[in-house]
């Protein structure tokens, strides 16, 4: 289900009957956990091979390749649209936020979870990799890591939403320990591997739902917002 209960956080928000978007939505995962809720759920991914690998584990979801600044499918078709730890990738936020004003209901709901600006953004695991690649001049062709992963501040998204969105409810959480496992399970990853990793994975999930659940308010390394469209 994920690194912790971001998903559980955007289910409580959903409505029964919904049609979704699930944009970013890799392999799938999210985006079958979203039925749970949802009546219908579609999912978009720039990556060919993501695509393909959610086509086949989820034949029952209609997954189309696509990216955020170019959503592929028509105006006012959606009742949700969520985005899960995926603005902070994108190449233009400004672009993003217009498709998707674009493609939601007249009152349709967008539902966002990203990394908050908070005491302990510095941690990052996702941005070490990218100060290595700067240093070094190497390139990478994964989609969305080219740039720096941003984290956002309350007033960031109340600036980016201006004219677009109105907030609904903000989840503010996490301080410490989930930059703090992040970081762990990287290490282990690179001096033990990827298979001695996984396995740790569920125990250390505990520490990082744990984390989720407070609130740290301004100090959060997590945001989730439920925002309506104007």
């Known amino acids: 289900m994920g690194y912790f209960n971001r998903h559980e956080l955007i289910i409580n928000w959903l409505e029964k009957d919904d049609r979704g978007l699930d944009i970013g939505c890799a392999e799938g995962i999210s985006t079958n956990f979203l039925l749970k809720k949802c009546k219908e759920i579609y999912g978009i991914d720039p990556s060919n091979e993501l695509i393909q690998k959610a086509r086949k584990d989820y034949p029952h979801i209609n997954f189309k390749i696509g990216c955020a600044e170019k959503i592929p499918f028509k105006d006012q078709m959606f009742d949700a649209v969520v985005m899960s730890d995926v603005l902070e990738h994108v190449e233009n936020e400004e672009k993003s936020l217009e498709e998707i004003y674009r493609v939601l209901k007249p009152n349709g709901k967008f539902l966002l979870t990203a990394p908050h600006k908070g005491l302990f ?110």
Request: glycine share 4%; with cysteine.
């Open 121 to 230: 953004s510095f941690m990052d695991v996702d941005n070490y990799s990218w100060y290595y690649r700067k240093l070094l001049k190497i390139k990478t062709d994964k989609i969305g890591y080219q740039n720096k992963h941003r984290h956002y501040s309350l007033e960031d998204l109340e600036k980016l939403f201006e004219n677009k969105f109105y907030l609904l409810n903000v989840y503010r959480s996490s301080l410490i320990l989930l930059p703090l496992i992040l970081n762990f399970r990287l290490l282990i990853r690179k001096i033990f591997g990827e298979k001695v990793e996984i396995k740790m994975k569920p125990y250390l999930k505990t520490l990082m739902d744990l984390d989720f659940s407070i609130r740290f308010g301004k100090f959060s390394f997590y945001v989730g917002v439920c925002a309506k469209k104007i």
